[in-house]
């Protein structure tokens, strides 16, 4: 069994960065452009305001990098700040525990991006195709810098 599931395990870090990723970057489409319901009933955060406009195009970008798997760890360290960020200026000031708080989703945000700074993308993600092509690449020029053999 544990073997198993140690062979799965790149394919449910790559799902569980795909969701992540999704329910990010949808809230930040919702707070920017005012579509899936919208954040803030329906509307939008007015270009350039601090904190709120930062705050949503981060999670729009971020969640979309996440969500490809396109430079994953620093877009998932980014993403993490912000939401600690949040949690920390936003929701504990109003009492000391999430629940109290309302800052569910920003915690539980920031660790999951946490994790996926120290995990990486998993499988299914765009980094992997650069990677494999890189490891590709440098592996056919170590064999055209490799003397033949001699032979007697």
Known sequence: MNVRLHHAQ?????????VTGLLFASHGAAS?????????????????TWPGWYAAAIQ?????????GLGTRAAAFVASGSMAYAYFTVHQPDALWPLQNGGEAS?????????????????????GLFSSRSAAASAGRRDENRPEAVTA
Request: with cysteine; hydrophobic share 65%; net charge neutral.
């Open 10 to 18: 790149p394919y449910a870090v790559g799902l569980f960065r795909i």
């Open 32 to 48: 920017l452009f005012g579509v899936l319901g919208g954040a803030h009933g329906g509307g939008t955060i007015a270009a350039g």
């Open 60 to 68: 729009l970008v971020a969640g979309a990098l996440i969500l490809l």
């Open 107 to 127: 915690a539980m945000f920031c660790w999951a991006f946490l994790l996926l700074v120290f995990t990486g993308p998993g499988a299914l993600a765009v980094d």
